[in-house]
Nanobody
């Protein structure tokens, strides 16, 4: 049973922006939240995480300064700016069981982002 639902993926030209959102089915979020992506032929990569109350935010170097993670009681968002072709991949929402990222959590099914040059 899928508990997390991502939306907002699509096709965009390099330099453009997209906003991804993720919601939990029928409930609010309790733990830390994060976004990951899997580029074609690569392992899943951590992008950003935000703690349960928003006071702890961390970004991978590959997206720092371009992506912004945010959350409210029912959604977690990823604002993606200055997109590059290497940002192409399937983007996954993640909810941790702890209030800060611990690696023990659940995943959404993913949404495809394709950046063309």
């Amino acid at each position: 049973q899928v508990q997390l639902h991502e939306s907002g993926g699509g096709l965009v030209q390099a330099g453009g922006s997209l906003r991804l959102s993720c919601a939990a089915a029928g409930r609010s979020f309790g733990g830390a939240l994060a976004w990951f992506r899997r580029a074609p032929g690569k392992e899943r990569e951590f992008l950003a995480t935000i703690s349960w109350n928003g006071d702890g935010i961390f970004y991978a170097d590959s997206v720092k300064g371009r992506f912004i993670i945010s959350r409210d009681i029912g959604t977690v968002n990823l604002e993606m700016n200055s997109l590059k072709p290497e940002d192409t991949g399937v983007y996954y929402c993640y909810e941790d069981r702890a209030i800060y990222y611990s690696g023990d959590g659940i995943w959404g099914q993913g949404t495809q982002v394709t950046v063309t040059s």
